[in-house]
């Protein structure tokens, strides 16, 4: 069974930083494309940041220049670490793994990160 648990969300002010983890079990990691993904109130989900399996990145101009995302395949992990955070940023953020050609499609719970106004 693929799990995929986030971790790192929190309350944050506005300029501050925050890191997410995802640890995925269950999948062969370092097959998947791994990415990040928001959903704020009222908002469809969007893409955050991807990696792929060679570790190229991809990110949503909203955040160019403030998220990093990263892989760890000895430890199964992906991060985001985010910089700069403005209240624009609060949403539940869920943790995405695909395999390359799309067959498999796995998403984390999802966690909060609030970045007051």
């Known amino acids: 069974q693929v799990q995929l648990v986030e971790s790192g969300g929190g309350l944050v002010q506005a300029g501050g930083s925050l890191r997410l983890s995802c640890a995925a079990n269950?999948?062969?990691?370092?097959?998947?494309?791994m990415g990040w993904y928001r959903q704020a109130p009222g908002k469809q989900r969007e893409l955050v940041a991807t990696i792929t399996t060679g570790g190229i990145t991809n990110y949503a101009d909203s955040v160019k220049g403030r998220f990093t995302i990263s892989r760890d395949n000895a430890k199964n992990t992906v991060a985001l670490q985010m910089n700069s955070l403005s209240p624009e940023d609060t949403a539940v953020y869920y943790c995405?793994?695909?395999?390359?050609?799309?067959?498999?499609?796995?998403w984390g719970q999802g966690t909060q990160v609030t970045v007051p106004s």
């Open positions: 269950g999948l062969t990691f370092s097959s998947y494309i």
């Open positions: 995405n793994a695909r395999s390359v050609f799309g067959t498999y499609n796995y």
